[in-house]
């Protein structure tokens, strides 16, 4: 069902500190600060050879990351994507297995404007899991 693996996504305490740190120091290809206000984040993306990393800063009042900042104050990976070819199906075996989908269990557009659901975390081994259709 899953495919390659789309990005590993970072929560972080200070964006500009962490994205001049993966500029600078590790010498990685990293875009401009993105605001994504439905998902109560701000993102920027870090470009690798092989896939992305995600750092997350919150954006607004009852961003999902804030309250992980505040058990992790110095940050932490925040979840794993993978792809899929067609997420509704993903969704429905995923359920009929008994793994909880995270809100409405409808997919919403993700920071590439395609289609995203998360899984419980509690279902996978601690790790937050979302979903994107390439
Ligand atoms: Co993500």
Redesign the pocket.
């Known amino acids: 069902m899953i495919g390659r693996l ?2 590993v ?1 970072i929560a972080v305490p200070d964006l500009d500190a962490a994205s001049a740190q993966y500029a600078n120091t590790l010498g990685a290809k990293v875009g401009l600060a993105k605001d994504e206000p439905d998902h109560g984040v701000t993102v920027v993306f870090i470009e690798l050879p092989n896939t992305k990393i ?1 750092l997350l800063f919150p954006l607004g009042e009852d961003s999902p990351i804030q309250n992980f900042l505040d058990k992790n104050p110095s940050g932490g990976i925040h ?1 794993m ?1 993978y792809e899929v070819d067609d997420i509704l199906a993903a969704r429905d075996q995923l359920q009929v297995q008994g793994a909880r989908v995270l809100g409405s269990g409808e997919p919403k557009i ?2 590439h404007g395609k289609p ?1 659901l998360f899984l419980h975390p509690k279902d996978f081994n601690g790790c937050l899991i ?1 979903l ?1 259709q390439v």
Do not use: I, L, S, T
């Open positions: 789309n990005h996504a995600e979840h994507c993700g920071a995203v979302e994107e």
